[in-house]
């Protein structure tokens, strides 16, 4: 079984809005990533978790904020977004940071208003 | 850093016939290439991979090349059916620490019954 799951499925927000996403995976791997990706372009690398610490943030705005409660879930926390964050949001996992297959789950679809 | 150029950007073929997907990479210490399969509203599914000790390596219909010399390597799919049609993205990895993929800009294949 190689399924990430992430809910919701479709999200629309206010600029002033706080919102969530959510990412789960029950393959025991233990790197888990967020990835922006517009449209018609490659996934974006935006964090990245290994054994459930931050490794990589590569240089996201503060408005967006991971969390990582345990070894099967993470979390992507919105506040302030601006239009041109409207993408498809995709969390995916891997054995291990660095060295194993990733796999993505189907996304959640922001647009914010 | 590592950059990869894919192409072509879109490619039309009939079914039945083949389809070949190229990508180049500038890193020679990148040592893992997955390519990934993505459907409309879906998240990018990993089809295939290759390792740098590897030149070859198949999966029923698709298969895929690894020139290390040169720095590309390559998506062949046989005997296309209307369901592969999607947006196929290579990407290149070094396997160590935290590494991360970077990817191609895509190419839409689109196989016409």
């Known amino acids: 079984d190689t399924e990430v799951t992430q809910t919701p499925k479709h999200l629309v927000m206010g600029m002033t809005n706080k919102k969530s996403l959510k990412c789960e995976q029950h393959m025991g791997h233990r790197a888990m990533y967020w990835y922006k990706q517009k449209a018609k372009k490659p996934p974006e690398l935006m964090f990245v978790?290994?054994?459930?610490?931050?490794?990589i943030n590569e240089s996201v705005p503060s408005r967006f904020s991971p969390e990582c409660p345990n070894s099967s879930l993470l979390n992507l926390h919105l506040h302030a977004l601006q239009p041109e964050d409207s993408a498809l949001y995709l969390c995916?996992?891997?054995?291990?940071?660095?060295?194993?297959?990733?796999?993505f789950g189907p996304g959640t679809r922001l647009t914010v208003t | 850093g590592e950059n990869v150029e894919q192409h072509p950007s879109t490619l039309s073929v009939q079914e039945g016939d083949s389809a070949v997907i190229k990508c180049t990479y500038s890193d020679s210490a990148s040592n893992y290439f997955p390519w990934y399969k993505q459907e409309l509203g879906k998240g990018p599914q990993l089809i295939i991979d290759?390792?740098?000790?590897?030149g070859e390596k198949k999966d029923q219909r698709i298969a895929v090349t690894l020139n290390k010399t040169a720095k590309h390597f390559s998506l062949h799919i046989t005997e296309t059916q209307p369901e592969d049609s999607a947006v196929y993205f290579c990407?290149?990895?070094?396997?160590?620490?935290?590494?991360?993929?970077?990817f191609g800009k895509g190419t839409m294949l689109l196989v016409s019954p």
């Open positions: 990407a290149a990895s070094i396997e160590s620490g935290y590494s991360t993929l970077t």
């Open positions: 978790y290994s054994y459930e610490k931050l490794s």
């Open positions: 290759i390792r740098s000790n590897v």
């Open positions: 995916a996992s891997s054995q291990a940071s660095g060295d194993y297959e990733q796999y």
